[in-house]
């Protein structure tokens, strides 16, 4: 029954104006780590696994808007100088953006995400992590070498 109560209470709260296109940011530090978030045991897709931040566009809005908004929304930080970093369009069409311009402190929305983890772009495959977060910190590992 408590489920029941959570998943309506999320079903009110979504925005109706989201839509089918998604936005995702690697957030990089200096020290070789990426920012992942943990989803949810509830989430719709890929519970308990590491994601980076982002999500739904809204109508009207820009794929950098979206990811700027979700990323704060999510984490409480503010990003700049996104640079795209590629495209998945398996499920929902999804723009991928990196960054290592980032200010504020980490206040994670819990509603979506259960915990935040810097974690060495080396380590990634000691996290069960969704399919493209693997894909694109390889990707940036690489270009590192």
């Given at each position: 029954m408590k489920q029941l109560l959570e998943n309506w209470k999320k079903f009110i709260k979504e925005d109706?104006?989201?839509i089918n296109q998604v936005a995702k940011v690697?957030?990089?530090?200096?020290?070789?780590?990426?920012?992942?978030?943990?989803?949810?045991?509830?989430?719709?897709?890929?519970?308990?696994?590491?994601?980076?931040?982002?999500?739904?566009l809204?109508?009207?809005?820009?794929?950098?808007a979206a990811a700027r908004r979700e990323t704060r929304e999510e984490t409480g930080l503010s990003i700049d100088n996104l640079e795209r970093i590629g495209e998945d369009d398996t499920k929902n069409p999804v723009v991928f953006f990196k960054t290592d311009s980032y200010?504020?402190?980490i206040n994670l929305d819990t509603e979506e995400n259960q915990q935040f983890k810097w974690i060495k772009l080396s380590e990634v495959d000691n996290y069960d992590t969704v399919p493209t977060v693997s894909q694109f910190v390889k990707k940036e590992l690489n270009s590192r070498e």
């Open positions: 109706k104006d989201d690697m957030i990089l530090d200096d020290q070789g780590n990426f920012l992942s978030l943990l989803r949810t045991a509830d989430s719709n897709y890929m519970p308990n696994a590491w994601d980076f931040p982002g999500g739904h809204k109508d009207g809005e820009t794929h950098e200010s504020g402190t």
